[in-house]
């Protein structure tokens, strides 16, 4: 089992930046990749970004490409999403997420390990 906890979530305006991190903890060394998705009022969750072993094959949605940054510091077991130049579009639930498979990693029904959450607001 793996267990993850995300923070770093809050209110920012538009055009901030803020940094999520996600500590993981259990059966890490099982992991393959790790990833976020988000979910905003209404909407279902989708992909934002994931990582493969040994911080390889950064993977980003569209959306947020050239904004938002994934990145893991393997030794705290510490996984993070920098994110600039924040719209009001990308307020949601932010969700850190791991798997020990091989599939898609930009689906969310790859990943079997999940945090709570943490919530992300933009203003105006």
């Known amino acids: 089992q793996v267990q993850l906890q995300e923070s770093g979530g809050g209110l920012v305006q538009a055009g901030g930046s803020l940094r999520l991190s996600c500590a993981a903890s259990?059966?890490?060394?099982?992991?393959?990749?790790m990833g976020w998705f988000r979910q905003a009022p209404g909407k279902e969750r989708e992909f934002v970004a994931s990582?493969?072993?040994?911080?390889?094959?950064?993977t980003y949605t569209d959306s947020v490409k050239g904004r938002f940054f994934i990145s893991k510091d393997y030794a705290r077991d510490t996984l993070y999403l920098q994110m600039n130049s924040l719209e009001i579009e990308d307020t949601a639930d932010y969700y850190c997420?791991?798997?020990?498979?091989?599939?898609?990693?930009?689906?969310?029904?790859?990943?079997?390990?999940w945090g709570q959450g943490t919530q992300v607001t933009v203003s105006s």
């Open positions: 997420a791991a798997t020990s498979s091989w599939t898609d990693w930009r689906t969310s029904t790859s990943f079997e390990y």
């Open positions: 259990g059966r890490t060394s099982t992991t393959s990749a």
């Open positions: 990582i493969g072993p040994s911080g390889s094959i950064p």
